[in-house]
């Protein structure tokens, strides 16, 4: 049960950034098992995450409902306000990490200004809103059958625009995204906070460094091709990429750039025209130090996964973020390799995933049979196939004759 309002905010004084609610008792929701429990996934019930919103940030609730998630809880929240606070967004996020990512509120803080950062320097991010004791977030204690979990949460303002996994996707819309990615990365060259070495996470299973470490999920997959595939993959990660990481340029990668943490919104020229912007750029959860060529692969992963003509995407999101920044020549020659990279670290998490919460596995599946496809055409046409496609799209967009 959630505790009273009163009860519940603030048990614990509040410490730094940090701030502490804590609920006295059980706070998850009726069909919660112990195997989500164990899984640290968050389960509140609307009601709870109404109240949270209200204790924490002070905002009454008019509506909740929940967003997707893959492993931390989001809800849509509208609020109501009084007529002196009018002009104030009437709709937010409200995202509350699992308990695994909540033990490094260190990470989730600096992510908080990342993304406040990012948005002062003209980038759709969304605004991280201040808590009633005027913090970047709080953390929430439950306590159930005598062990606590605690788990961080934020309400960040909810952006305009669908996510691009929606929409026919043009070859204009790739390379701007290829931009905003490359632009990305060296805006946060700027950035400049001591909790920023934080973003150095060793082993971080979503960094493409960590790419061996999917070997120990293999078992996921059974024996099957896929699993050869990877198998070979990793193999030549270990061989070709993994010996060249010192030569490429490093930066901070947003490192998630996928379709649905894209939101675009159409408008109208004068001309009668539709255009497509992009409104929002969400999720900053994996943000790792990383380089350059990893954010663009990461990037043409992702927006390969919804073609019905995968191969030529990467081309076009190679082009936007070489217009920023070219790639060196030891980068360009890893990509086709970190892209596949990308599609194993997707695949595998996604079987892993699987075995973990068989009643995710219909979502799970339908991504990943499209996955497997496009990873095998990949590994079919070879690396020296692919590249002239994409080197040649890239090379027609600097030369201003575009395919
Ligand atoms: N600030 C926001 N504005 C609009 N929609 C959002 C916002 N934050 C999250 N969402 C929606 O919720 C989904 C999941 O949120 P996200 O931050 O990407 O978490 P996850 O780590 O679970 O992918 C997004 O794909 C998007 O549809
Ligand atoms: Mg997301």
Redesign the pocket.
């Known amino acids: 049960m959630l505790a009273p309002e009163a009860e519940a905010y603030p048990t614990t004084p509040s410490t730094g950034p940090m701030e502490v609610v804590t609920f006295v008792g059980e706070a998850m929701s009726s069909g919660e098992d112990s195997r989500s429990w164990a899984l640290a996934k968050p389960a509140f019930t609307e009601a709870q995450a109404s109240a949270l919103v209200e204790s924490v940030f002070g905002f009454r609730v008019s509506k909740v409902w929940p967003?997707?998630?893959?492993?931390?809880?989001?809800f849509?929240v509208c609020v109501s306000r009084s007529q002196d606070a009018a002009d104030g967004p009437a709709?937010?996020?409200l995202?509350i990490s699992n308990a695994e990512a909540s033990k490094h509120p260190d990470v989730i803080d600096v992510q908080s200004r990342i993304i406040e950062f990012l948005r002062a320097a003209g980038f759709p991010?969304?605004s991280v809103c201040r808590t009633k004791a005027g913090g970047l977030s709080s953390v929430v204690a439950v306590d159930r059958d005598s062990s606590v979990r605690s788990y961080v949460v934020r309400l960040?303002?909810?952006?305009?625009?669908r996510?691009v996994a929606e929409l026919p996707v043009s070859s204009q819309l790739l390379y701007d995204i290829g931009r905003l990615a490359a632009k990305l990365d060296k805006t946060l060259e700027e950035f400049r906070h001591p909790g920023v070495r934080s973003l150095r996470r060793e082993d971080f299973i979503w960094n493409l460094k960590s790419v061996p470490l999917l070997e120990q999920y293999l078992d996921a997959l059974g024996q099957s091709r896929n699993r050869a595939i990877v198998e070979q993959v990793i193999q030549l990660f270990k061989q070709d990429v993994r010996t060249k990481l010192s030569e490429f340029r490093e930066c901070i990668n947003h490192g998630?750039l996928?379709d649905?943490?894209i939101?675009i919104q159409s408008s109208k020229t004068a001309s009668g025209d539709t255009v497509d912007q992009v409104s929002?750029i969400?999720?900053?959860?994996?943000m790792s130090y990383g380089y350059y060529v990893f954010e663009v692969a990461i990037t043409i992963m992702y927006m390969m996964i919804e073609s019905k003509d995968p191969i030529p995407v990467g081309g076009h999101v190679l082009a936007g973020f070489e217009s920023v920044i070219p790639l060196t020549a030891a980068e360009r020659g890893s990509l086709f390799l970190l892209v596949c990279s990308r599609f194993c670290q997707s695949l595998v998490m996604a079987a892993h995933s699987c075995q973990l919460n068989p009643e995710n596995r219909d979502y799970l599946m339908v991504t990943a049979k499209t996955g497997w496809r496009h990873l095998q055409q990949l590994f079919e046409m070879g690396q020296a196939a692919v590249e002239e496609i994409w080197f040649g799209t890239a090379k027609s967009y600097a030369s201003g004759v575009t395919v």
Not at 156 to 161: I, S
Not at 282 to 286: A, S, T
């Open positions: 967003l997707p998630s893959y492993d931390d809880q989001n849509h709709e937010y996020v995202k991010t969304a960040l303002t909810y952006l305009p625009g996510p998630d996928n649905h943490n939101l929002g969400l999720d900053f959860d994996d």
